[in-house]
């Protein structure tokens, strides 16, 4: 079986972008339906004024057609995905939007029917007054339904977002705040319902209502009226079966796939000697998931990503070629021919691979988990800084005196790292590494790394004139920043895991910072730096070294330390 090609009207990313759309367009028109029963807190009367302009959005042609349309394709795409989906098996937080999305329907569809569609059909008023006083006062039972269906349908729409942005580089510094907004909407919704509940439960407030005649005789006619009542049940029949009858046609035809697919299987052999066999169609990441064995993907293997790699061992002239999205992704690792993504392999025969990132046995992760995840490339900024001659300083002094010194430097670099925004990675010897740009932009990364390596310099100045009397030569130091792109994660062994970066960036800024010794400078920062911080560099020396692993020479800023303790203004 072969897969969907990446391009074209029907391709996986067009599906996949049609899904989110519509998704987005019902997250919208919930996010403005739960506002509005939050004006309630206020009063019955507020939340009618805002429902005008809600319903001025979404009552009119174009909004209902906008509307309905995005409920119907979501509901075909989510239907299709699940069917398409060779296993079930999958991280908690999917099934869980899969499950809570199919629940939407089955919680909603009378509320839909006791609203649009009996305004749409009878004229009923749908106004506040008429649906909490019946699903407060006359069916609190069916308005406990609707109170879970605000929680299924807002919980399934806030994991579609999390998932749709959680690789963003501006995600984690937002995520709080979307976070805290989450959590208040529907539960200000509910707040809303249940004060309007109260409200028009209160005699009181019953007695000095005024409702129009018209508005009492139309809902009294779509009330009482037996004709009206066995129209609304037809409806209701031909919604609940139209539903179920698609979902009992999706289990159905995975069903008959699963029958046609066990006479037509093939194996996927790993290092470790597990064979895992599988229906042909299956891809090699569902492979691993089926037979329990971790295997990393990230991007929850839409091909966007490539953790779940693998390297075929054996011949991979003949399988499946891969696609124009899975061609993008490997290209950008500069994968070889024999490197696959595990997640868009479906072999068409037998095959060998080893995954080429493999999660830490010893941290004993289900196999699906989102924890095995190693991290994602991001553009940051990384700084180096040493002390010069250190051994020189401390030759003669008592360990004592070493430790002091060195916390004291410590506390310096950790201080203007912090307070510039960045995070201090770890300490090697004398050295330190700070990392900027975790929840940044790389411009505002390189101003960070470029605000600290100023208020490290001058910090250390004022702690060699209070030692000067005590140290055999002059406290310096040597600072190299970098900026690029590195795979930010946590790594380690046991309890001994941080998160730290690595790649090609973070060798370049450590030996910037070697070069900052050899040139005698306080800070030498390179080009991309410069140029993405705007730093005003006129009268800084430049030069170009050679950089191991790099074919061509790298441009960089050597700093004096005559000048590295002021902070570097912005062009123009």
């Known amino acids: 079986m072969t897969t969907v090609s990446a391009t074209g009207i029907f391709s996986e990313r067009t599906i996949r972008r049609a899904r989110l759309g519509s998704g987005l367009v019902i997250f919208i028109f919930v996010l403005l339906h739960l ?135 501006w995600y984690p510094a937002f995520a709080p705040l979307l976070l805290a907004l989450a959590i208040l909407v529907p539960v200000l919704s509910l707040l809303g319902f249940v004060e309007m509940g109260r409200t028009l439960a209160d005699p009181s407030y019953r007695q000095a209502m005024t409702i ?55 194996a996927v052999h ?3 000697g597990e064979v895992i066999r599988v229906p042909r169609g299956f891809s090699v990441l569902e492979a ?6 971790p295997h990393y993907s990230v991007c929850g293997g839409k091909g966007q990503c490539s953790t779940c790699r693998v390297q075929i061992l054996g011949d991979y002239e003949n399988l499946p ?20 993504l595990a997640c868009q392999l479906r072999p068409n025969s037998d095959v060998a691979v080893a995954p080429l990132l493999v999660p830490a046995v010893e941290a004993a992760l289900p196999a699906n988990s989102q924890e095995t995840s190693p991290g994602r490339e991001r553009e940051i900024a990384v700084l180096f800084v040493d002390i010069r001659h250190f051994t020189t300083l401390t030759e003669t002094r008592l360990p004592f005196d070493v430790v002091f010194l060195l916390n004291r430097y410590f506390a310096i670099i950790g201080k203007a790292v912090e307070q510039a925004g960045g995070r201090l990675d770890k300490f090697i010897g004398d050295g330190a590494m700070a990392l900027f740009g975790l929840g940044t932009t ?26 000067a009397d005590e140290l055999a030569l002059p406290l310096r130091i040597a600072i190299g920043i970098h900026t690029g792109p590195a795979v930010v994660g946590t ?10 970066a690595i790649g090609d960036t973070v060798n370049v800024a450590s030996r910037l910072e070697s070069a900052a010794k050899e040139f005698e400078a306080a800070i030498v920062i390179s080009e991309p730096v410069a140029s993405l911080s705007g730093a005003d560099l006129s009268g800084i020396e430049s030069r170009e070294i050679s950089v191991r692993g790099r074919a061509l020479p790298l441009k960089v800023y050597v700093i004096p330390r005559e000048k590295a303790a002021e902070p570097l203004e912005g062009k123009g």
């Open 321 to 340: 070629a891969p696609d124009k999205m899975e061609q993008t992704t490997l290209r950008r690792i500069n994968a070889g021919p024999d490197v696959r």
């Open 270 to 272: 790993y290092p470790g």
């Open 35 to 169: 506002s509005n029963h939050a004006i309630g807190l206020i009063s019955v009367a507020a939340a009618d004024k805002g429902a005008h302009l809600f319903l001025m959005i979404w009552r009119n042609p174009v909004g209902t057609a906008i509307f309905y349309s995005s409920v119907l394709i979501h509901i075909a795409l989510v239907l299709r995905a699940i069917y398409m989906r060779r296993s079930l098996v999958m991280p908690k937080g999917e099934m869980a939007q899969i499950v809570l999305g199919l629940m939407i329907p089955l919680l909603l569809i009378d509320h839909v029917i006791g609203t649009r569609i009996a305004h749409a059909f009878y004229g009923y008023i749908d106004d506040y007054d008429a649906v909490v006083s019946m699903l407060w006062i006359r069916n609190p039972t069916n308005g406990m339904r609707q109170a879970l269906g605000v929680v299924a349908v807002w919980i399934h729409g806030c994991i579609g977002i999390h998932f749709w942005l959680r690789y963003r580089p």
């Open 212 to 266: 129009s005649a018209y508005k009492e005789g139309v809902n009294t006619h779509y009330t009482s009226n037996p004709e009206v009542h066995r129209q609304v049940a037809m409806i209701r029949a031909g919604l609940y079966g139209a539903f179920s009858a698609s979902l009992l046609i999706v289990v159905v035809a995975r069903a008959r796939r699963k029958l046609k697919e066990r006479l037509d299987q093939v």
């Open 491 to 500: 790594m380690g062994y046991g309890r001994v895991r941080s998160m730290t």
């Open 442 to 467: 790389p411009e505002e990364a390189c101003r960070q790394a470029l605000n600290a390596a100023a208020a490290i310099v001058a910090e250390i100045e004022k702690l060699a004139a209070e030692l």
């Open 288 to 293: 691993s998931r089926l037979g329990g064995l």
